[in-house]
């Protein structure tokens, strides 16, 4: 039995949220042509599409809301953000902006130009994109132990330095504008870096004169996984175990929409370079507006502030990734395969192995997010063939190494007894797993149709 660590914190206000029947739902994924993105948040009873801006903020950051300061410039909670930025990543520069892809728009054109590569343990999906915008190539050089799902690694999310040497002695060093280390490695299945991995790509970047980035979004969660699995850093607290982490970047750029648990906003850090600092204000004025507000009202920036400090209570983040662990022990017990150890924001359900007899073209990581739908309401998605799409050269659907549902789970915002519900799902699916069918398109756009295609049942 997997331990659930009680929620650190009680209940003020709450959000009621409907139970259609059953019958219903199978009227509402019908209508809305068997694509979770076409439903209303409404008919969804647990929503698991994305922790990204979706968690609960304290009674503490909606009193922020209310004493935010909105002047255009010298704001007092611009003040605070600093303050409380300083306190947890140890970096001299920060520069608010309104969510983590307007951080990449800012600074990765600074970087990387046409003919440039950048370097990662794994492109999130916007990284990859203004990589590509500003003309460069993304090249992701994960652990190859990263594909396995079963197999055990405590630091899954790890960058493959012997291939990273080997990719900078390729491309020629000076061609490699950045290297980026995105903790934890979100499409990877939110797992961990190591610090002794973190040190080690650091200092081959610095031996080759190549700048450091560490894309920011979970750091807090990162900083957990190291203090709970590697040697040397059980007695550090999460912000001494943060502030080690990022010492070994020059540069970050973060989404705060999941660990500063705010529902819009992001933060680009400068470690203590003056000019690269200038650059980044230069850049983000005509972008996100006067730097002390970054696309951003006052009041979301002293959320922001609060959020900060929030995020690396450790009692806070032995109760969030207590949720996941709970989660995947009980999926052991009833046999569900995830991609294992689970990471830190979502359970990664293994729907190759759930419902094998539904071929990669038939999409089984989105017929078990229907399923999880018509089940319990449960809302999750495809991470897996479906969202891959077709070759942009021969139109064939490409096959996909994994197919996965995703979980992710909003901070703070569901409880116990919403996981049991999840795992009871998932136990009625498997007993009935034989009966459930693939999907076939019947329309779809061009480029990244998992948000908008229409399906239909086989
Ligand atoms: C969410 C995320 C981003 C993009 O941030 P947005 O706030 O959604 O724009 C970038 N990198 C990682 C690793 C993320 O998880």
């Given at each position: 039995m997997t331990k659930y660590y009680a929620e650190p914190f009680k209940i003020k206000m709450v959000e009621p949220i409907k139970i259609l029947t059953k019958e219903e739902r199978i009227e509402k994924i019908e209508e809305a042509n068997y694509n979770v993105f076409a439903l209303n948040s409404d008919d969804v009873y647990i929503d698991l599409l994305t922790d990204s801006g979706t968690g609960a903020m304290s009674a503490n950051q909606w009193a922020g809301i209310m004493v935010g300061d909105e002047a255009y410039s010298g704001s007092r909670s611009y003040k605070n953000l600093m303050i409380s930025a300083a306190d947890v990543f140890g970096y001299k520069y920060y520069?608010?902006?309104?969510?983590?892809?307007?951080?990449?728009?800012?600074?990765?054109?600074?970087?990387?130009?046409?003919?440039?590569?950048?370097?990662?343990?794994?492109?999130?999906?916007?990284?990859?994109?203004?990589?590509?915008?500003?003309?460069?190539?993304?090249?992701?050089?994960?652990?190859?132990?990263?594909?396995?799902?079963?197999?055990?690694?405590?630091?899954?999310?790890?960058?493959?330095?012997?291939?990273?040497?080997?990719?900078?002695?390729?491309?020629?060093?000076?061609?490699?504008?950045?290297?980026?280390?995105?903790?934890?490695?979100?499409?990877?299945?939110?797992?961990?870096?190591?610090?002794?991995?973190?040190?080690?790509?650091?200092?081959?970047?610095?031996?080759?004169?190549?700048?450091?980035?560490?894309?920011?979004?979970?750091?807090?969660?990162?900083?957990?996984?190291?203090?709970?699995?590697?040697?040397?850093?059980?007695?550090?607290?999460?912000?001494?175990?943060?502030?080690?982490?990022?010492?070994?970047?020059?540069?970050?750029?973060?989404?705060?929409?999941?660990?500063?648990?705010?529902?819009?906003?992001?933060?680009?850090?400068?470690?203590?370079?003056?000019?690269?600092?200038?650059?980044?204000?230069?850049?983000?004025?005509?972008?996100?507006?006067?730097?002390?507000?970054?696309?951003?009202?006052?009041?979301?920036?002293?959320?922001?502030?609060?959020?900060?400090?929030?995020?690396?209570?450790?009692?806070?983040?032995?109760?969030?990734?207590?949720?996941?662990?709970?989660?995947?022990?009980?999926?052991?017990?009833?046999?569900?395969?995830?991609?294992?150890?689970?990471?830190?924001?979502?359970?990664?359900?293994?729907?190759?192995?759930?419902?094998?007899?539904?071929?990669y073209h038939e999409f089984p990581a989105q017929a078990l997010a229907i399923e999880l739908y018509i089940e319990a309401g449960i809302r999750s998605c495809d991470i897996g063939s479906y969202m891959m799409g077709n070759d942009p050269d021969t139109g064939e659907q490409i096959e996909s190494q994994f197919e996965f549902t995703r979980l992710a789970v909003p901070r703070r915002v569901y409880t116990q007894s919403h996981l049991d519900v999840i795992v009871e799902a998932l136990k009625e699916i498997r007993d009935r797993k034989d009966q459930i069918k693939g999907y076939e398109i019947k329309w779809e756009p061009k480029v990244l149709r998992h948000f908008t295609a229409k399906l239909k049942p086989l």
């Open positions: 520069q608010p902006v309104h969510q983590g892809r307007a951080a990449e728009k800012v600074v990765m054109p600074i970087f990387l130009q046409e003919g440039k590569v950048a370097i990662s343990n794994m492109h999130f999906d916007t990284t990859r994109a203004h990589v590509e915008l500003a003309g460069a190539r993304a090249i992701d050089c994960v652990i190859p132990e990263a594909l396995d799902t079963v197999n055990f690694h405590p630091f899954k999310g790890n960058m493959d330095n012997a291939r990273m040497k080997e990719l900078i002695e390729e491309n020629g060093s000076e061609n490699v504008g950045m290297i980026i280390i995105t903790v934890t490695n979100n499409s990877a299945g939110g797992q961990p870096v190591s610090m002794a991995n973190i040190k080690e790509t650091s200092e081959i970047a610095k031996s080759y004169g190549i700048p450091v980035c560490i894309d920011a979004a979970r750091y807090a969660e990162n900083s957990y996984f190291i203090k709970m699995r590697e040697d040397g850093y059980a007695d550090k607290s999460i912000k001494e175990i943060a502030q080690e982490m990022f010492s070994y970047a020059d540069v970050f750029t973060m989404s705060a929409k999941k660990d500063a648990i705010i529902n819009m906003g992001g933060l680009i850090g400068v470690k203590d370079d003056p000019e690269l600092f200038e650059t980044v204000k230069a850049r983000t004025i005509p972008y996100e507006g006067f730097i002390s507000y970054g696309g951003l009202s006052g009041r979301d920036i002293e959320a922001m502030a609060i959020g900060l400090q929030e995020g690396t209570s450790f009692d806070f983040l032995q109760y969030r990734i207590g949720q996941m662990e709970y989660l995947a022990g009980k999926l052991d017990e009833i046999g569900i395969a995830y991609q294992s150890p689970v990471g830190g924001h979502a359970v990664f359900l293994d729907a190759k192995k759930l419902l094998s007899h539904i071929p």
